[in-house]
Structure formats: C-alpha cells, structure tokens
C-alpha cells in the first residue's frame, strides 16, 4: 500500500531553521516528481518546492526562494525540505506529494499530484 510519511515538523522561533522529511513505502520516490506543499489555518495549500523525478531539476515558490532548499538520498528513498530563515507566515501544516506522470517538468499546483502524505506542521513564532 502506498504511503507518504511527512516529518521533521515542529516549533521554531523567527530565523531558525527545520529539515521536513517525506519518506514513502511501495514507491521509489527519484522516479517521480515530488512536491511539497503547505496549508496554513484559513488558507488554500498553496505549492512551495518540487523536484523532477529523473533529471532532479527543482522549483521554488517566490516566497521560499533562496530560504528553502529541496534534496533527495536515493538510498534513504526521501526527499528533504530544508527551511532556513523561517517566518511566521510559514507556519502551517506542511505535505509531500507525488506526481505520477513521466513527462513533464514539476509544478507546484497541487491538482497535478496523485498521492499524498498526511502533513506535519510548522510553527513559527515571531
């Protein structure tokens, strides 16, 4: 049975740092594009990171470039959000996802993904 398990999530103060980790069971997530998501209280998921399955081409969101950094470990078969630099209004509860299509670049719109983890959240303190 395919399963996403999101972890790392925790309470940090403003400018801190948190690693999210997405490991799944009965897929290897390098083969297929990985996203990760967010969804703060009263707010729509909005898509913030992904990564292409085979070439590992990544994308960030305008509001979590060059604060956030996406990686994988084959060998570990997880995929890796660093936050550094958090933000309260990157509080929220966090998700990874898999995009099952073979083609194609990443997205961050959360209707392209197929499968989904059940979140771990971030707070974020000011």
């Known amino acids: 049975q395919l399963r996403f398990v999101e972890s790392g999530g925790g309470f940090v103060r403003a400018g801190g740092s948190l690693r999210l980790s997405c490991t799944a069971s009965?897929?290897?997530?390098?083969?297929?594009?990985i996203g990760w998501f967010r969804q703060a209280p009263g707010k729509e998921r909005e898509g913030i990171s992904c990564?292409?399955?085979?070439?590992?081409?990544?994308n960030y969101a305008d509001a979590v470039k060059d604060r956030f950094t996406i990686s994988r470990d084959h060998a570990e078969n997880t995929v890796y959000l660093q936050m550094n630099n958090l933000q309260s209004d990157d509080s929220g509860d966090y998700y990874c996802?898999?995009?099952?299509?073979?083609?194609?670049?990443?997205?961050?719109?959360?209707?392209?993904?197929?499968?989904w983890g059940r979140g771990t959240q971030v707070i974020v303190s000011s």
């Open positions: 990564m292409n399955g085979r070439e590992g081409r990544t």
């Open positions: 996802a898999a995009d099952f299509r073979l083609t194609g670049d990443c997205t961050l719109n959360s209707p392209d993904y197929d499968s």
């Open positions: 009965a897929v290897t997530l390098s083969k297929y594009r």
